[in-house]
């Protein structure tokens, strides 16, 4: 997987391939879909949410350039793949599932593959988590039609913001937002398709 589908499309951080190299990604898809676990492809993993392509995961991740001292904030813990990707790298991640059913799959997943450095939350992504702010990096899995304002204002100074913007019907964009003072300043990446952000600066009637 990290050979074919991260490496050769310019993934070059070397800390961030360990970690995808390290992390299992299969104990992270219900045991119907192991098989899939490893494709070029998000797989479903109940709650209709999916677990990311593997390449979206990398990309994204590589965007915050993280070093091993970060605070990071993730909105949409999922089944934790991207957790642990996260954990792996970061000082510590705070992350926040509006499902609970994921959250506790999630936790129980990380706690058997030992890692320790997470805090979970169960409530509204949108929110984020204010008692810790700020976050050198946030990190948003879903869609949202626009860079939400109470997770920007959580965001250190010079801290990097990752999500995809745009309509959750169709497809939305990687977009990058660092925190330069009282700016921002934001830049557009690659095409891409997720399920919607609910609720707090996402889209509340996408809540079927």
Partial sequence: M?????????ITDPRLLDAMRGVPRHA???????????????????????????????????????????????????????????????????TVERIPELSGMARKTLGELGVANVSFRTGD??????EEAPFHCIIITAAAPSVPALLRAQLADNGVMVLPVGDWRRSQTIVTVRRMGGSFVSQESIGCRFVPLIGQGGFPDADH
């Fill in 2 to 10: 990290v050979k074919l589908q991260i490496e050769n499309r310019e």
């Fill in 28 to 94: 992270f898809v219900p045991p119907g879909s192991r098989v899939a676990a490893y494709g070029d492809y998000p797989v479903p993993i109940g709650h209709g949410q999916t677990i990311s392509q593997p390449y979206m995961v990398a990309f994204m991740t590589q965007l915050l350039c993280l070093r091993g001292r970060e605070k990071v904030l993730e909105i949409g813990t999922g089944s934790g793949y991207q957790t642990a990707i996260l954990a792996a790298l970061a000082a510590h991640v705070y």
């Fill in 125 to 130: 992504g949108g929110d984020g988590w204010p």
